[in-house]
């Protein structure tokens, strides 16, 4: 390795020209297809993935029953726009104020194009908006209404607030279109696909724009917040990132007072992050809410190295006052602590590859091939760098050793090395108090995520989302799929003959001679096609005994098709709507809506709209009346959002007022345990569906993978320490910082109640990366100037020069560096922002205190007096 | 495919059809009413209703259907009886509609499980008929005097129609063309249009047959893209001048069913 940096620095244009016409080629390849899509077919343009549901790959079976489920019940992602006033007494309820809304909702519904042949834009048929549901009442005596909830705007206040009032009764649309207030409305405006929420949010603000009113308009959804999340991510991408590059940059201008040399780390750091980005792309994969987040990772890396380099070099050119040997000295004592801290590095991050979620895989890979490439970079580019300044310029550079041991860093540390030396054992013990806290700390951490809770919360989104569940039912969906087990009611071909046998010949034997000739196909419902045979034969009769023949094998064919028709039995009815009942009671779901509640509304209003008659009624005829009444509406296609045609499968619409995983969670388990304590009448079985739940799956898959993923790191880590210190208590020894690092950043997460959540986990990584750099160095150079020195009392002195600057300022150019991330509107990038700053400060600290007390107290295990100077540091030349 | 063969099968079966001098549009359109809605003084017919939703699910209903036109000049009111045979959780569900030209209809359903006989206020004739893609101004036939009617073109076979509503906040589509076939006079499609000018519902005559000398349409479907899939009404069993008695179409008989003209 040493000879690629001496083979640069003797050509030191080389490096320079080769890594600038890689990263040029590497943006030409980028741009082209992205800016010019067509001529560039065959390759990859940018592609930005902001769907939380990508965390899962597209198999995963949750997400295949999910789109299945879906498809079958016809639901769509939605864009929910909330209104409210707070001025007029009637609320939203008002004359001006449902103008608006009819004319958005009108305008709304015309928000569709065509793309590549396809329908794209709002489903205007499904969508709830006052003016386009249907509502049922009393129409004079003996009479009911279907009739629009709004079929014009209102002319006077009482016609507004008699939109409320008859809403109000509807359960479906009573806490879901209309607040439990009376005073706001919530329109849900179903889109053909999720990445269609943008164009329709902004189309849908511009509109808002034009009106003249007092009222508040609140745009949310899962898939808008999504959309929004993008392209904030961008301009993170943008802003967030080029300023912190900026922050280190200056504070090393400040350390090594150059200009020309610190914009050497700058370099390296631009084209690692560069290439690897390219690299990204040109591969063909997005840039996820992960993926975005690979410069911020690499930046810090990458200038890692160099600040050792540059320390060093500032603390030994005075005395050498020749670049060469000064460079020389430098990379002998670094070049191979340099080396196993990026293998190291790399270890940990591309460890994230065995985790099962994709995009964490794919940054975890190509943070890891960031991380190698800046190591390259370093080692040839910043020795060539400093060959090709000029000398003169370097000639006041640098400070004498024992000047840099005046500054009151450099003292500091002295003071530092010598409590170590001498009270080894107070900072062993504080170490095992802050380790036991810390433990007590992990216990405490609350696993947790919500996608929604990724913007800060001032952002319109989170206002929005707050503004809405705190009126409504709930803006998070989740949904409950009820179907008989796949093994129920299919053995019709052993039940036909037996429920057939008791006909007479005429008509059971080309009953059953049809039943032969009747397909396989699983989707095909033979009963219906047989059905409909005996119902031809039967209007073809000739004479009354054929007719009677016929007419009682419809009846047993009929009577089977009814069996099986569960969400038809009242029995089954009443079963999910006591589930229903008892999901309100959890306090977890704001409102649930499901078949039973269509069924209930319609009968009472059949029976007069008297409140005793809202309930199931007792047969399945009378629940089949109630429903062919419902399909007499406008919107007849809204049963089969909660049911299939064929009665078999049902499906709860569940309103969460939080999209917290540990909320959604708690429902599974409060649904489990009802159906365990309470069997249904039927052998049904339950699954979840829809984006909440989504979430909470894919969080699961992440806590156990990256648990599975720092462990393995972990291991390789410790084995690659072992190999390279040639022992295994050295090995144990240079673990032991990052895992109090990790422990303690983990115990705090714990104790100030901050949820483990994506950015979370995904640091242990960035931890295990970091904090096993500063052991390295210090390590590798304490045993480098214990040999040379002659003794560990001098050794500690030296290690608490040079060396321990080198961390010092590596810990504070890079804590320092990233707090602008602070100042982000995206909480995963304040989050890093702040974990790297404690991570940098609590693994150098830890680095700086616990390996010298402990090596100060067991020098005898450590060092071995006879023992030469290890291969990494001067004996492998 | 079938939709082919229509003006020639009905050409031949209307060949001593009258021969229209120059007609208006609004002429064309009370005759097509007529043709289609009003042949015979009353009628019968057994209905097997298909609906096929977007996914491609099948739902199957049976029904007869009893019309009787009243008294006076062609194109006046009419009363409907409906009696459903099958699902057989709805059978003994029965329909009734009093069809007035100048106010709202009447209508009234049986729900047998609940025992129940209730007037149904509809605010629009423009709901679903039974969860099909057929609204209840399918079945009964709308006025032709909602609508302004002009000749857009004739074709060889067809007076092509396009009719706009007089009051359009109460509908849904913002313009319909109708083929109306030169001899029969028998509509064969319509084209309902939305506000930005797309097809979004079709109706269109599958089968014509003459039935004791009227044409009369006995597969006719319709597809609405809005909401996916189409409905197919066969008619069999079709019957003209039955002399049915006006006092079926009462209260009474819907819950005393009149057998004699269900079978």
Redesign the interface.
Known sequence: MLALSEYTAARPRIGFIISGLLSLLIIALVAAPSLKPETFQFLHPVHIDTDPENMLPADEPVRVFHNAMKQQFGLYDMVVVGVVNRRHPQGVFNVDSLGHVYQLATYAQQLRWEEQGRQRGVVAIDMIAPSSVDYIEQAGLGAVRFDWLMSRPPRSEDEALAVADRAMRIPFLNDTLVSRDKKAVALYIPIVSKSDSYRVAQRLREKIATFDSADEYHITGLPVAQDQFGVEMFKQMAISAPLAMLLIFVLMWWFFRHLQLVLAPLIVALIAVIVTMGLLVISGNTIHIMSSMIPIFIMPIAVLDAVHILSDFFDRYPALRDRKATLRAVMTELSAPMLFTSITTCAGFASLAFTPIPPVQVFGVFVALGVLLAWLLTITLIPAYIMLLPEASLSGFGMQASASRHTPMGRLLQCVGNITFRHGKLILLATVLLSAAAVYGMQQIRINDNPVKWFDQQHSIRVADSALNERFGGTYMAYLALSPPPAAGTDLEAELPVRLADLQPACRQPLMRQIDTLPAAADADPLAQLIEFALAQQWAAAGDSGWQCWQSATAVLEQMQQQRALFKQPQVLRYVAGLQAHLDSTGLVGKSNGLPDIVKTVHRDLLLGAEPEFRIPDTVAAVAQTLITYQSSHRPQDLWHFVTPDYRNSNLWIQLKSGDNRDMSALVAAVDDYIAANPPPVALQHDWFGLTYINVIWQDKMVSGMLQAFLGSFAIVLVMMVLLFRSLWWGLLSMLPLTVTIAAIYGLIGLIGKDYDMPVAVLSALSLGLAIDYAIHFLARSRYLHAASGGWEQGIKAVFGEPARAISRNVIVIGVGFLPLLAAPLVPYQTVGVFISAILVFAGAASLLILPAILSLFENLFFDTREQPPCETTSCR | MRNHFLPLALSLLMAAGAQAAEMTAQEIVDRANRAAYYQGADGRA?V?MQIT???G????R?FTLLRRNNPGPGGGGQKFYLYF???????K?AFMVWKHIDSDDDRW?Y????D????????DE??????SHFF?EDVSGRTPAEDRHELLEQTADYYVIRSTPKQP?AVEFAHYKNWIHKTSFIPVKSEYFD??GRIYRTYQALQVEVIEGFATVIRASISDT??GGHTTLGY??VDYNLDIAEAIFTERYLRNPPRQYL?
């Not at chain 2, 699910?57 to 199957?60: A, E, G, V």
């Not at chain 2, 045979?85 to 059978?91: I, T």
């Not at chain 2, 729900?111 to 609940?114: D, E, G, I, V």
């Open positions: 057994s097997h939703d977007g996914q699910r099948q739902r199957n049976h045979h099958s699902p057989a959780d709805v059978r569900t359903m729900l047998p499980a609940l129940l006989v209730k007037r149904i206020a509809a605010s423009r709901t679903s008929f039974i969860g209840y906040q506000g930005d809005r909401i069999s069993n079978r």
